[in-house]
């Protein structure tokens, strides 16, 4: 495979599959909505991804894909992309479609394995690509029944389902850039992969999978949720919890198949906020351990030492917990006295006790916030984050700055706003008005994590110059405070570890 002779435009690529043209923003060059596995529709709707039919001539690639099929719609930089099934296409922005081998970010965006795109607003890569010099690459993959919910091992799937689609995507998409990012300019030895809260977690999957031992370089895990890939049995249990919603039994799952998208996404977001009545702090879109891709749980893969030698960079937000245990019927977490103690006593290996005790000054809604945090995002992080000092450089961060209006509306430090500054600039399009008001401490924050991020990827060690000096998470279990002031300190949150030990939510 070689950079294409017939043409002089430096916007025309070659790859394993075909001739592609991109097009020039501010620098960089763009090619947008590039095909990496065949459209999953058909006999191949529920499937493992296929490789791409190869196209004769030139193929445009100027226009962000359709997204996976979701509640609502999902958030994107532009208006005229829309749900459909046909949505395996990654996007990428690069400096030079040249010889000079640059690393290379993989992005996986989040949306709890239900909802999202690789056009996401706050995830455009022009800025960071040509400030550091790297090739970035954002994916899409199948979302909700279509890729995240194992019907596969129900009675009467007649053979119709694979287990794991969305991660295999995640896979095969990792596979293309290794094949062909050389043609634009990219480094295949040196990737890194980053992602938020299910991203994340898809992060924490794809370094500790066989399939892709030994090809990455460096980990980003932003609010990650490592806990969220389920057993077997789990996952079993949400598949039916779905079917259940699409008025089907198991014996009837074959069905599933066949359905109107609008009915499998209906029942998946009907399945997600009432799963937690059942088996709190789990959800039923999340890959589970199939034996062949995922083995054995990932977090437990990780501290098996599959991924050893990675370069990581993890962090949560102070306020993790405020999304998802509001008190009302929509939410995800136990947000009241009945769903929390019937997680204690399903777990009773848990002080209950001496977890009530750490917020006997704070509101009840406050405190089973802070517990879901804790078990959901934070505690696992940690863990993660001391296993992998191990073997390699781990940075790990709390972040504390919240957005003025978000403050107001007592969400704070909110899951995810690390990542949504992470391109170096306010929140921009649908979430414009989060940033509002933030002025120059918004913009301080935003700067800081751009860079923090952008050198980590490119080196491998946050640092360079930006006071102040981030350390290694180490044996001291060192972690950085990001705010407008930030500062380092060392094992921050031993009383929390002590008190909670390691809580696996029934068994993930």
Request: charged letters at 20%.
């Amino acid at each position: 495979m070689e950079r294409t002779k017939e043409s002089t435009d430096t916007t025309v690529v070659r790859t394993r599959d075909g001739m592609l043209r991109g097009s020039v923003r501010d620098g960089v060059y763009q090619f947008l909505g590039v095909p990496y596995a065949a459209p999953p529709v058909g006999a191949l709707r529920f499937r493992k991804p296929q490789p791409v039919q190869p196209w004769e001539g030139i193929r445009e690639a100027v226009r962000y894909a359709d997204y996976c099929p979701q509640p609502g719609k999902a958030y994107t930089m532009v208006s005229y992309t829309s749900p459909s099934e046909d949505c395996l296409y990654l996007n990428i922005y690069t400096p030079g479609c040249d010889d000079r081998k640059r690393p290379v970010l993989i992005w996986i965006h989040g949306g709890a394995y239900m909802t999202g795109s690789g056009s996401s607003c706050i995830k455009q890569g022009n800025r960071m690509s040509a400030q550091y010099d790297m090739v970035v690459v954002s994916v899409q993959y199948r979302l909700g029944a279509f890729g995240c919910v194992d019907f596969a091992s129900l009675k009467g799937a007649n053979g119709l389902f694979d287990h794991n689609p969305g991660t295999w995507d995640q896979v095969a998409a990792v596979e293309w850039v290794i094949e062909n990012i050389g043609e634009f300019g990219g480094d295949p030895d040196c990737i890194t992969l980053m992602g938020e809260s299910a991203g994340g977690s898809s992060v924490l999957t794809l370094i500790t999978t066989p399939y892709l031992k030994g090809k990455i370089r460096r980990a980003v895990m932003d609010s990650p949720a490592p806990h969220l890939i389920n057993s077997l049995e789990n996952g079993r249990a949400a598949a039916l919890d779905v079917l259940e919603k699409l008025g089907l039994s198991e014996q009837e799952a074959y069905k599933a198949a066949s359905l109107p998208a609008d009915d499998l996404v209906s029942a998946v977001e009907k399945s997600e906020y009432g799963f937690v009545h059942h088996h709190p702090y789990l959800l039923p879109t999340a890959p589970v351990t199939d034996g062949d891709l995922i083995p054995e749980l990932p977090y437990d893969a990780l501290m098996h030492g599959a991924a050893d030698g990675i370069d990581l960079l993890i962090g949560t937000t102070q306020d993790e917990g405020t999304l998802f245990s509001q008190g009302k019927e929509g939410d995800i977490f136990p947000g009241n006295a009945q769903q929390m103690e019937k997680f204690f006593g399903d777990h009773p290996g848990i002080d209950a006790a001496a977890v009530r005790a750490l917020y006997a000054n704070v509101s009840e809604k406050r405190m089973y916030q802070e517990i879901g945090k804790e078990i959901f995002f934070h505690l696992p992080s940690m863990e993660i984050a001391e296993r992998m000092a191990l073997t390699g450089s781990v940075y790990m961060h709390h972040f504390d700055y919240a957005f003025p209006v978000l403050r107001t509306l007592g969400l704070g430090a909110v899951h995810c706003t690390n990542s949504a500054l992470t391109c170096g600039m306010e929140l921009t399009g649908a979430y414009h008005t989060f940033g509002l008001f933030s002025g120059k401490n918004g913009r301080t924050v935003s700067e800081r994590m751009f860079h923090y991020i952008s050198r980590f990827i490119v080196s491998g060690d946050p640092n360079g110059g930006q006071e102040p000096l981030w350390p290694e998470y180490g044996t001291g279990k060192n972690t950085l405070f990001i705010n407008v002031s930030c500062h380092a300190q060392e094992d921050p949150f031993r009383e929390l570890r002590n008190v909670y030990g390691i809580i696996r939510p029934y068994g993930n």
